[in-house]
């Protein structure tokens, strides 16, 4: 698994799926995209609040200067495992929030959404 995608977006990253980003979509596509339930962006902010602070943590581990390539899979392999626990615990695969944080970054309003779920539920 490569280290975790830094992205843009204020709520944090991809939740370390090993593939390099998605091409980002147009706004016409994101206006086109289906619709995302209240209960969907619910989950997805709670999901996103969770792994941010996973994501700043792995980043920290991994930028350590003494870290040797066995430890940076080890770390990476928690990563991955505590993500996937976060997305289980909320109902989305890893697929899903890919999916759902590519709509958040090229859709305002359903950024804003997600802003406010997570402000919502803190």
Do not use: C, W
């Amino acid at each position: 698994m490569s280290a975790p995608q830094q992205q843009s977006s204020p709520m944090g990253m991809g939740a370390g799926q090993g593939q390099s980003s998605p091409m980002p979509m147009g706004p016409a596509q994101a206006q086109n995209s289906p619709p995302v339930s209240q209960a969907e962006v619910n989950r997805f902010a709670a999901a996103v609040s969770q792994i941010k602070p996973l994501n700043e943590q792995i980043h920290q581990e991994l930028g350590a200067k003494n870290v040797s390539a066995a430890q940076r899979e080890a770390l990476m392999k928690q990563y991955g495992a505590k993500v996937q626990e976060v997305l289980s615990a909320h109902q989305l695969t890893v697929q899903e929030y890919g999916v759902l944080m590519n709509k958040a970054q090229t859709d305002p309003a359903f950024a804003q959404q997600v802003e406010a779920a997570i402000k919502a539920h803190p």
